[in-house]
């Protein structure tokens, strides 16, 4: 199973969330941000910070030292929940800001659909000299959070390079090392390997498309020939010669009967963590390494994390699978504060670790990064030091994802042109010039080289 390039804990909910988009009609959030000083860049006065689950426990655990640091200001995270975090943002951007917090944090899909549909709603942090912090974080990520003047819109807070987690135990019992895989026809050869000496299909993936995320193979064998949907222009790229060839893979693999149907959704997934759903692989982002521990710990020893596999012989071999930022509302009457928030928590030593202890989520700090404690090895791996997997792929010049405000639109008529392929045979490069051609008329976009 695969998810796509959605932040962590937001990768079922998009679609519900954008579509509130074009609802004009929506009240206000009852909250109003909670800031008691007028922005004249003092760092001081009330803010609040918006999140949920796990990254608002992380960015609570970062609250102590920076009010030491700044005695008189006041920090509030509210967990607001996933996905209600998504509609109350967006019905604020909608009210133009009114309800919304000082800061908010959000998924990398939803940054350009918020810059374009509500130009002006985030503040540009490098008013606020959160531009050095460029070279602290990889290029990609930095990227999108940019905006298309160079504005800085978002600082990475969950940087979710892509891992390929793998069955140790039936790679063994196949006689497949995975480090002579070098690229995908190397893996569907071993695919088919694996699934005659074990029963376990490479993959699993929703064939019906029953969930918005069941496109996750085919975004990362896009990434990873530095291609998307949409490219910087904004132009529609899904049906080019890169899409063309991660959908006959992925039909190539289906064919050769080492991709199974299984329905989407988290519980779904939780059964191919713990083997009852059999699985050979599955790609995914860093913050996996920790959740295959907490949700299986039966499998210690089973599951093992290596770098993802180049498309092509010498190709890419490092994919961003989503990430969050923290954003400032544009109208927070105490913008220099949340931005001296957001350089603490995500932009510190001190901050980060805060942060990172508390929720756990995969960082783009690269100081921190590179931090011993943060490079340890983990048990459940065998000792394996399995973040150094992913920071080393921040060390490439990782593709920026452009995922524009229509990504929810791409998604949906991609997820049926595969549909198309998969459960009726379709020729995939037909089935994608007709998906693109839809996602043309639907949005008015160019198709790019027509």
């Not at 954008?18 to 929506?26: K, Y």
């Not at 030593?349 to 404690?373: D, I, R, V």
Request: charged share 20%.
């Amino acid at each position: 199973m695969t998810f796509p390039f959605t932040a962590r804990t937001g990768r079922f909910a998009a679609t519900a969330a954008i579509a509130a988009l074009a609802i004009g009609g929506l009240a206000a959030c009852s909250s109003q941000p909670s800031s008691s000083a007028t922005d004249g860049g003092k760092i001081d006065g009330k803010i609040t910070v918006w999140s949920w689950t796990a990254p608002a426990k992380g960015l609570t655990a970062a609250v102590a030292g920076f009010e030491k640091a700044h005695p008189g200001a006041k920090v509030t995270v509210i967990d607001q929940g996933n996905p209600a975090i998504w509609t109350k943002i967006t019905t604020g951007m909608t009210a133009g800001g009114a309800g919304l917090p000082d800061v908010m944090n959000i998924g990398i899909d939803y940054m350009g659909q918020y810059e374009e549909k509500f130009p002006g709603s985030l503040a540009d942090l490098k008013t606020y000299g959160l531009g050095k912090l460029e070279s602290d974080f990889a290029a990609g990520p930095w990227a999108s959070g940019q905006g298309k003047n160079g504005e800085v819109y978002g600082i990475p807070y969950e940087v979710n390079a892509t891992g390929f987690f793998y069955r140790k135990d039936l790679w063994d019992k196949a006689g497949v090392d995975v480090s002579t895989i070098k690229s995908y026809d190397d893996l569907l050869a071993a695919g088919k390997t694996i699934k005659a000496a074990t029963g376990a299909p490479l993959f699993t993936m929703d064939k019906a498309a029953t969930v918005a995320d069941s496109a996750g193979l085919f975004q990362l064998l896009m990434n990873l020939q530095n291609s998307f949907y949409f490219n910087g222009n904004g132009e529609i790229t899904m049906n080019n010669a890169a899409g063309v060839k991660a959908l006959e893979w992925i039909k190539k693999a289906n064919d050769a009967g080492i991709i199974d149907d299984v329905p989407g959704g988290w519980d779904n997934f939780v059964k191919t963590e713990k083997g009852d759903i059999p699985v050979a692989a599955f790609t995914g982002g860093g913050w996996m390494a920790g959740e295959i521990q907490a949700d299986a710990p039966d499998m210690k020893g089973k599951w093992a994390v290596a770098a993802p596999i180049a498309f092509q012989p010498g190709g890419l071999t490092a994919a961003i699978n989503g990430g969050t930022y923290l954003t400032v509302n544009n109208k927070s009457t105490n913008k220099a504060t949340a931005a001296a928030f957001i350089e603490y928590a995500l932009g510190s030593m001190e901050g980060q670790q805060s942060t990172y202890k508390g929720g756990g989520m995969f960082p783009g700090y690269k100081p921190f990064l590179a931090s011993e404690e943060f490079n340890a090895g983990m048990d459940y791996y065998g000792g394996a030091k399995v973040n150094q997997i992913f920071t080393a792929q921040l060390v490439q010049k990782t593709p920026v994802i452009n995922y524009t405000s229509d990504y929810a639109k791409a998604l949906k008529v991609y997820d049926d042109a595969q549909t198309q392929v998969l459960l009726k045979g379709a020729d995939p490069k037909a089935a994608l010039d007709a998906a693109a051609q839809q996602l043309a008329v639907q949005t008015g976009r160019k198709i790019a080289g027509s």
